[in-house]
Nanobody, 124 residues
Framework: DVQLQASGGGLVQAGGSLRLSCAASGFTFDDYAIGWFRQAPGKEREGVSCISSSDGSTLYADPVKGRFTISRDNAKNTVLLEMDTLKPEDTAAYYC?????????????????WGQGTQVTVSS
């Protein structure tokens, strides 16, 4: 079975950093793109970043460009999301997801499997 386990969330002050991890199992990790999404209370879930399978190319949503960095370790079946210079508006539940394609996308409709969320709270 496909499993995606997100972790690393927590409470941090504005300007601080967190690193989220997505541990994957149940599929050939190297072959597929992984995305990160977030959902704040009362808001729609939105794409944050993604990383492709082959060349590791990345995409970022405009609100996080220059502050977040996504990477993958195919040997450990893990995708990391390094979040720096965090802002209160980054507060949300963060989810990782599997796209059944090697190409990344920040559109949630493109993803087939989702992990549970990890909460990120940024205080001002």
């Amino acid at each position: 079975d496909v499993q995606l386990q997100a972790s690393g969330g927590g409470l941090v002050q504005a300007g601080g950093s967190l690193r989220l991890s997505c541990a994957a199992s149940g599929f050939t990790f190297d072959d597929y793109a992984i995305g990160w999404f977030r959902q704040a209370p009362g808001k729609e879930r939105e794409g944050v970043s993604c990383i492709s399978s082959s060349d590791g190319s990345t995409l970022y949503a405009d609100p996080v460009k220059g502050r977040f960095t996504i990477s993958r370790d195919n040997a450990k079946n893990t995708v990391l999301l390094e979040m720096d210079t965090l802002k209160p508006e980054d507060t949300a539940a963060y989810y990782c997801a599997l796209r059944l394609s090697g190409l990344g996308s920040v559109h949630q409709v493109d993803y087939s499997y989702w992990g549970q969320g990890t909460q990120v709270t940024v205080s001002s």
